[in-house]
C-alpha cells in the first residue's frame, strides 16, 4: 500500500489529542480528520478514524479493515510525526 500527501497538523495537547492527519492511499483515495493521540503506556501515537453520530449511535465514517493494515498505517504517520 503506498501512502503518500501525508499532511500533519499538530495541535497544542489536549487529553492526549495531539494532531489531525490526512494523507492519500495509492495516490487516488484520500483519507482525512483522523486524530492523532499520544499513547498512554509506550512511545508513538495512535490514530482514531473518524466517526459519525447518528441517534445516540457513532458510526464509522472510514478505517482499516484489518490490524495489519492499521499498523502499516500507524507506522508512517508515526514515523512522519517524529520528523
Same mark, same amino acid.
Do not use: W
Given at each position: 500500500?503506498?501512502?503518500? +500527501? @501525508?499532511? $500533519?497538523?499538530?495541535?497544542?495537547?489536549?487529553? &492526549?489529542?495531539?494532531?489531525?492527519?490526512?494523507?492519500?492511499?495509492? %495516490?487516488?483515495?484520500?483519507?482525512? +480528520? @483522523?486524530? $492523532?493521540?499520544?499513547?498512554?503506556?509506550?512511545? &508513538?501515537?495512535?490514530?482514531?478514524?473518524?466517526?459519525?453520530?447518528? %441517534?445516540?449511535?457513532?458510526?464509522?465514517?472510514?478505517?482499516?479493515?484489518?490490524?495489519?493494515?492499521?499498523?502499516?498505517?500507524?507506522?508512517?504517520?508515526?514515523?512522519?510525526?517524529?520528523?
Amino acid at each position: 500500500m503506498k501512502i503518500s +500527501n @501525508i499532511k $500533519i497538523n499538530k495541535i497544542v495537547p489536549s487529553k &492526549g489529542l495531539v494532531g489531525f492527519v490526512s494523507f492519500l492511499i495509492e %495516490n487516488e483515495f484520500f483519507v482525512g +480528520n @483522523i486524530a $492523532i493521540f499520544q499513547r498512554l503506556h509506550k512511545e &508513538g501515537c495512535r490514530l482514531v478514524f473518524p466517526e459519525k453520530k447518528v %441517534n445516540d449511535k457513532k458510526i464509522p465514517i472510514c478505517y482499516p479493515i484489518n490490524k495489519e493494515t492499521y499498523f502499516e498505517i500507524e507506522k508512517i504517520i508515526n514515523e512522519e510525526f517524529n520528523k
